[in-house]
């Protein structure tokens, strides 16, 4: 298993990725340096890739590395959040959030239900990264991460703190009080996720 780790330099955080003769992905343009005998492979999109990527902000091209060594991926004044989803375990995650893992996860795209995406402020063609373990994984974040279990209940939150789900939990976009209250509650429409599952969510952001 690639050892995935976070460091600090000077105020930043860095992921810091070793090979001993594996593969691991990172997202588009991720890469800072990499040190050792590691194979460096871009590879091309499909068609069907390229007709989704007109309506998403996520690129479908994620390079390969593979070899013995270690990756060093851009650092960022935010944070990153390293974690090992299992077998068979399907997350979903929010635009921008994906950055690197492991050869064995799976990447592929998905697309939210049109009007819960637009009712949310995300456009009516939302698509998004889904990881499928097992493997190890970094993600973009923005604080610290806590990962939240619903069990068959409701998630509701006032914007864009969850970074991921797992594909137990359906999405959607409701007001934050009943008409016409809502026009006075001070609140924004809520981000809704229901069913059972987990999520990743990034409740403050680091202070630098």
Do not use: C
């Not at 998905?110 to 402020?121: I, V």
């Amino acid at each position: 298993m690639a050892d995935f780790a976070t460091r600090e330099v000077e105020g930043m955080r860095q992921v810091v990725i070793t090979l001993y003769d594996e593969t691991v992905r990172a997202r588009h343009g991720a890469l800072s340096n990499m040190r050792g005998k590691i194979d460096f492979t871009p590879r091309l999109p499909g068609s069907g890739d390229l007709f989704r990527w007109l309506f998403t902000r996520e690129s479908r091209i994620r390079p390969f590395y593979t070899g013995s060594g270690k990756i060093l991926l851009q650092p960022s004044l935010t944070g990153y959040h390293v974690f090992d989803v299992a077998d068979a375990e399907r997350w979903i995650l929010e635009p921008g959030v994906y950055w690197a893992s492991e050869g064995s996860v799976a990447l592929d795209f998905t697309r939210e239900p049109m009007f819960a995406s637009l009712w949310a402020g995300d456009g009516l063609l939302n698509w998004k990264t889904t990881m499928t373990g097992p493997g190890r994984v970094a993600i973009n974040a923005p604080g610290p991460v806590e990962t939240i279990d619903i069990n068959d209940a409701e998630l509701k939150v006032q914007g864009r703190l969850v970074l991921g789900r797992t594909d137990g939990l359906k999405f959607s976009s409701q007001r934050s009080a009943r008409f016409p209250r809502n026009l006075i509650s001070g609140q924004q429409r809520m981000r809704v996720f229901t069913g059972t599952g987990k999520v990743l969510v990034s409740w403050t952001p680091y202070w630098n």
